[in-house]
């Protein structure tokens, strides 16, 4: 079993992940995971701000950003953040449950809210800055991978800014998502909760595992998830097809060098036309 600290770190994890199943699927995206509203107050007591808030707010005001769009925005923690006087803020989410909740907390009226996948990030050319946290963009698949960035790309001005993090494969994290080391419980607003994760399937960078959730009725939520881990470079050729350049990976919020077996790959890389 793990520490009680690296279970937090795990409850972090699995909430991140149910907060993004919908955009493992592009086009044709019907399917809401978040039917059952007690996950969603769960995202956000396990994902609150932090480190991670803060780089991509301190981004906005670097670039004096007048528009913002926040791709895989969730329940909007990060997306009413930015939404300061002067300037436009767009979350994007597939799911209309998070989406939803996202629209009744304090201040959601400042910003823009899209139940959509990436083909409704409207392509204007005009945002300073888009962004996409958590485990967002490794939901996306290897086939859809170019023309969402395409889609992104779209969004931003010449010398726009995308940034995003992703997990990098060499740190094999899915090693650590098995039943025995993910298992907690713990009392929750909605009740108390018995929670684990199981890996189905990995394969080439796609991994499969289930995120089970049993409350107090006794009925196991499982929310099923794929990830597609990309290394440095994949996810750089990527950018560079998609006519983005400067680009700069780190290791961490703080600019931390990146090495083979860093955990984070955070990425900046400017629109160059």
């Not at 978040?34 to 956000?44: A, F, I, M, Q, T």
């Not at 979350?91 to 449950?97: E, K, N």
């Not at 909605?190 to 409350?215: K, P």
Request: charged content about 25%; glycine content about 10%.
């Amino acid at each position: 079993m793990v520490s009680a600290s690296g279970l937090r770190s795990l409850y972090r994890l699995v909430n991140s992940l149910r907060g993004r199943v919908a955009l493992r699927s592009l086009r044709g995206m019907s399917l809401d995971p978040y039917g059952d509203e007690r996950l969603v107050g769960l995202y956000d007591e396990d994902n609150g701000a932090g480190e991670d808030h803060d780089f991509y707010l301190q981004l906005a005001d670097e670039l004096t950003a007048k528009k913002v769009v926040d791709f895989g925005c969730g329940t909007g923690l990060l997306t009413r953040a930015f939404a300061v006087p002067g300037r436009v803020v767009i979350g994007v989410d597939p799911s209309a449950t998070m989406l939803g909740y996202a629209r009744r907390q304090p201040g959601a009226e400042a910003v823009t809210w899209v139940d959509g996948d990436a083909s409704a990030v409207e392509g204007a050319g005009d945002a300073e800055l888009v962004v996409s946290s958590g485990n967002t963009m490794m939901h996306i698949s290897t086939e859809d991978f170019p023309w969402v960035l395409g889609a992104l790309a779209a969004a931003l001005r010449p010398g726009g800014v995308l940034s995003f993090e992703s997990r990098n494969p060499a740190a094999r994290a899915w090693e650590q998502w098995g039943a025995e080391a993910t298992y907690g419980e713990r009392d929750t607003p909605a009740g108390h909760l018995r929670e684990w994760m199981e890996v189905t399937e990995v394969d080439n960078g796609r991994v499969v595992f289930d995120a089970h959730n049993v409350f107090e009725d006794g009925v196991d939520t499982v929310l099923t998830t794929a990830l597609y881990f990309r290394t440095a470079d994949e996810i750089r050729a990527g950018l560079e097809s998609a006519g983005f350049g400067e680009i700069e990976v780190h290791a961490g919020w703080r600019q931390q060098p990146l090495a083979d077996d860093s955990r984070l790959l955070v990425f900046r890389a400017t629109k160059t036309a």
